[in-house]
C-alpha cells in the first residue's frame, strides 16, 4: 500500500513532547487515571477489579457498544463496531468503502486520512475546499456538482477540524438527501460533537438520518481520553459494517481490555467530563478572543464548536517561520496550515487546555518583541 505521509503526525512527532505548551492541542485537558476511576460506578469497579489481561471481543465489550448505541436515536449495539481511536475506524472505513476506480469527495481542509485513506484504497478523490473569507461555509450544492458515477462517499467533519466551524440543520439536511438519491454514503467525523459552544446548534448524528450514513467518533475529543484509543463506527448498513469489521483483523483484531472498561467509565460519566472540558473553554475562549482583537498580524473566523481554531495570519508573517521560532524563544507550540496542505497563511490554536492563559502570555511576549524580523513593524 503507497500512501502519502501523514504531516500534522509527523509535525507532532517532532515537537510535542519536547515544548512547554501545545498551544494547537486539538483535545482538551487529558483527564487523570485516579479522577477518571472516582467516577467510575460499581458495576465498572467490579469488572475492572476482576479483568484478565486477554483478547477481548472484536466488535467491543457488549457493555461498551450498548453504551454508545444508547447515544444514538436508531442504532442497535450490533450496529457499533469500537475501534482503536477515530483514526482507525476512519481508516477502516474508508478501505471497506472504496476500491481502484471509485470516487470519493471530500470537505477540505480536514484531518489527512479523511483524504488520504482514500486515496491509499486506489479511489480518486475531489476536495471540496472551504474559504476563511466565507466564514468555511459548506455549500452542498459544490458537493453535489462534484458527485460523479463512480462516487462512493461523501466526506464531512462537523464540528469541523481545524476551524471549530458548524454547518446547519439545513445543511446536513441536504448532505443526507444527496447521499440518498445518488447512493453514497455520508461518512461523518463527529468527534467535536457534543462540544458545541450553542447547544442548539448540535447536529443530529448522521447515523440516525439515514441508513446510507456511518458516524465516526471518539473518546478523546470531547471527554479527554485520547490515550485510551477508543473510538467507533455506527451505521445502520449492517453489511457495510460487517465489511469495515473484516479489515479491522488485519489491524488492532481487537481492543485492549483496560481501556474498553475505562471508556465505558467515561461513558457513563459523560455529564462531568463534558462539564469539565466547557468549563475549560469557557475560561479560555474569552482570553483567546481578546488577544486576537488586540493583535494587528492575526484574524480568525471564530469557531462555533470543539477546541480548535484556524487563525489567518496578516501581512507576510509565514506560519511556518512563526511557528518554528515560538518554539525557539517560548517553547510554545502553534501547528502551521500547511501540515493540512492548506496553502493559505493559517495556523491552528487549540483552546482546551489549561495551560492556555500562561501559553498565550509567550506568544504575546514573542509578538511583542519578534515580529520586527518578519518585517511587519
Known amino acids: 500500500m503507497e500512501i502519502a505521509d501523514f504531516e500534522l503526525e509527523r509535525y507532532f512527532a517532532r515537537w510535542e513532547f519536547d515544548v512547554a505548551h501545545l498551544l494547537c492541542a486539538s483535545d482538551p485537558e487529558p483527564v487523570a487515571m485516579r479522577e477518571l476511576l472516582a467516577l467510575a460506578d460499581d458495576e465498572v469497579m467490579a469488572l475492572w477489579d476482576g479483568l484478565h489481561l486477554g483478547y477481548t471481543e472484536a466488535p467491543g465489550h457488549p457493555l461498551l457498544r ?3 448505541a444508547g447515544r444514538y436515536e436508531h442504532v442497535t449495539p450490533d450496529q457499533v463496531l469500537v475501534c482503536s481511536g477515530a483514526q482507525e475506524a476512519i481508516f477502516l472505513t474508508l ?8 470516487h470519493a469527495v471530500v470537505v477540505w481542509p480536514a484531518y489527512q486520512s479523511l483524504h488520504e485513506a482514500a486515496r491509499a484504497s486506489g479511489a480518486e478523490v475531489t476536495l471540496i475546499e472551504l474559504a476563511h473569507d466565507e466564514g468555511w461555509a459548506l455549500d ?14 461523501v466526506v464531512v467533519n462537523a464540528p469541523h477540524n481545524p476551524t471549530g466551524a458548524l454547518f446547519g440543520r439545513d445543511v446536513q439536511d441536504e448532505l443526507v438527501a444527496l447521499a440518498e438519491e445518488a447512493g ?7 468527534v467535536y460533537r457534543l462540544l458545541e459552544f450553542d447547544q442548539a446548534g448540535r447536529l443530529p448524528q ?3 438520518r439515514s441508513e446510507r450514513a456511518v458516524s465516526v467518533n471518539v473518546m478523546t475529543k470531547a471527554f479527554g481520553l485520547g490515550g485510551l484509543r477508543i473510538g467507533w463506527v455506527a451505521t445502520r448498513d449492517e453489511r457495510l459494517l460487517g465489511r469495515i469489521a473484516a479489515h479491522k483483523d488485519y489491524t488492532t483484531i481487537c481492543n485492549s481490555a483496560p481501556s474498553e472498561l475505562l471508556a465505558l467509565a467515561g461513558l ?9 472540558a466547557r468549563a475549560i473553554i469557557d475560561r479560555n475562549l474569552p482570553l483567546l478572543d481578546e488577544f486576537i482583537a488586540a493583535a494587528d498580524w ?3 473566523v471564530r469557531p462555533r464548536a470543539g477546541t480548535i481554531g484556524f487563525p489567518r495570519l496578516r501581512s507576510d508573517v509565514p506560519a511556518e517561520g512563526l511557528a518554528e521560532k515560538l518554539i525557539a524563544a517560548e517553547g510554545v ?3 502551521p496550515g500547511s501540515a493540512f496542505g492548506h496553502p493559505g497563511n493559517h495556523i491552528r490554536i487549540g483552546f482546551g487546555r489549561r495551560d492556555l492563559p500562561e501559553a498565550l502570555a509567550r506568544l504575546s511576549h514573542f509578538a511583542d518583541t519578534r515580529f520586527g524580523r518578519f518585517g511587519t513593524r
Do not use: F, H, N, Q
Open 66 to 68: 450498548a453504551e454508545i
Open 95 to 102: 478501505g471497506a468503502m472504496l476500491g481502484p476506480g471509485d
Open 140 to 153: 452542498p450544492a459544490r458537493v453535489r456538482a462534484a458527485l460523479r458515477p463512480t462516487t462512493r462517499v
Open 184 to 190: 453514497v454514503w455520508l461518512l461523518s467525523d463527529e
Open 206 to 208: 448522521a447515523a440516525d
Open 268 to 276: 457513563r460519566a459523560s455529564d462531568t467530563l463534558l462539564a469539565r
Open 298 to 300: 492575526i484574524e480568525w
Open 333 to 335: 507550540l502553534l501547528l
